[in-house]
């Protein structure tokens, strides 16, 4: 926090303020002013469009000392009806010192520090609320998406992939949903690189609340970012917004595991809206769970096996080499059970009655293997008797 003179201009007026300030770029908001800005931005019916124009003729102090009558020459009556119960209602002094607390905070479109991808978009938030570092909002970006009920597969690829990506100094994008969504985070975060989430809902707001530790990992080392007002909730609708968002802030979209009617889907429509890349890693043909992915590849996106089929289509990346991959560990040629579970055993869960009946083994030679298979790491038991490889 720093104490400052800073000279604003009101209309045609111009004002000598001493006030404790955040920087933005080269833009200083006072911590009232932020609190007053997040209450007008909250009132329904004040959607971007009216917003940008009110805040080219007016201050919200401007706003915030104006009688109701005045308010209604404004705004439409139900608008303004609307801002006067919040003003009633909503102290800006709280709302800014919690801001300035959890350290958000508030960048205007057009304003320095503003991200460079998002200023060209349809429909770019007028206003963004962010937490962290928020000059990654103007570093080359990827976004990694995908369904919350992710497999193993999924999960693992994501990881994996959003690892090597964000190695080759891509900054990872994703929404910090359950599933694919906190596997793209956290793979970039294991790799030392930049990440940033998007949240559908205040930046206040952690949802889902499993994700709070990684939520503060990224508001550490990468960058939190919302649209939505303080204590915005995380409604359903909020959610396909976000989404453009996600893509606005990318290069392109790599769709890592999706269902038919996935969330994902509607990321790519953004994306391919905005003219940024469509990436899809194919699946099994029989799980639900990579049907999005594998019609996305038949309608045209990418096919991915490996980061070097992104990174070349990617303007200003080159596939760059790196060390082979270790294999996957191999194993002895006289265990015949461990080599016929792990022929049968995929990424998928698997029953243990079915490996019983694939595999040929007795319960005993079945139960031993998989015991030894999970203790190095290979595989993992679920719940209700199932398996799956993760080594």
């Not at 409604?235 to 269902?259: D, K, Y």
Request: negative net charge; glycine residues 10%; hydrophobic residues 40%.
């Amino acid at each position: 926090m720093q104490h400052r003179n800073i000279y604003v201009i009101n209309g045609n007026r111009l004002e000598n303020r001493s006030c404790s300030s955040t920087i933005i770029g080269l833009v200083y908001m006072d911590s009232v002013e932020k609190g007053r800005l997040s209450i007008l931005h909250g009132t329904p019916g004040i959607g971007n469009k009216l917003l940008s124009g009110l805040l080219g003729k007016y201050t919200c102090e401007d706003l915030f000392r104006s009688s109701p009558t005045v308010l209604q020459d404004i705004l439409p009556p139900m608008v303004a009806a609307a801002l006067v119960e919040r003003m009633r209602n909503l102290d800006p002094v709280q709302i800014g010192a919690s801001m300035d607390d959890m350290g958000v905070d508030m960048i205007m479109w057009g304003e320095p520090g503003y991200p460079l991808q998002l200023q060209h978009i349809h429909n770019p938030p007028q206003i963004l609320y962010v937490r962290g570092r928020a000059e990654l909002g103007s570093e080359p970006g990827l976004a990694v998406v995908g369904s919350r009920r992710a497999t193993q597969y999924g999960r693992k690829n994501a990881r994996e992939f959003s690892a090597q990506l964000a190695a080759q100094g891509l900054t990872i994008v994703s929404g910090l949903a359950r599933g694919i969504d906190s596997q793209a985070h956290q793979g970039a975060l294991d790799a030392g690189g930049n990440t940033i989430s998007v949240l559908g809902s205040g930046i206040n707001i952690i949802y889902p609340r499993e994700n709070a530790p990684l939520y503060q990992q990224i508001c550490e080392r990468g960058l939190v970012v919302s649209e939505f007002p303080w204590d915005t909730p995380p409604l359903a609708n909020h959610f396909p917004m976000r989404n453009r968002i996600i893509s606005g802030l990318s290069l392109g979209v790599l769709v890592v595991e999706a269902q038919q009617k996935s969330g994902a889907l509607i990321t790519v429509d953004f994306a391919l809206e905005q003219g940024r890349e469509v990436f899809a890693i194919p699946g099994p043909i029989s799980s639900p769970y990579s049907m999005g992915t594998n019609q996305l590849i038949k309608q045209g996106a990418k096919l991915v096996s490996g980061v070097e089929d992104i990174l070349e289509e990617l303007p200003g990346y080159q596939p760059v080499a790196t060390e082979k991959a270790p294999e996957q560990m191999s194993l002895p040629l006289h265990d015949r059970a461990r080599q016929l579970i792990l022929i049968h055993l995929g990424y998928e869960r698997c029953h243990r009655d079915e490996l019983l009946r694939v595999s040929g083994l007795n319960p005993g030679e079945l139960s031993l293997a998989l015991l030894k298979l999970e203790l190095e790491g290979i595989v993992q038991s679920l719940p209700g008797n199932y398996y799956v490889k993760i080594g």
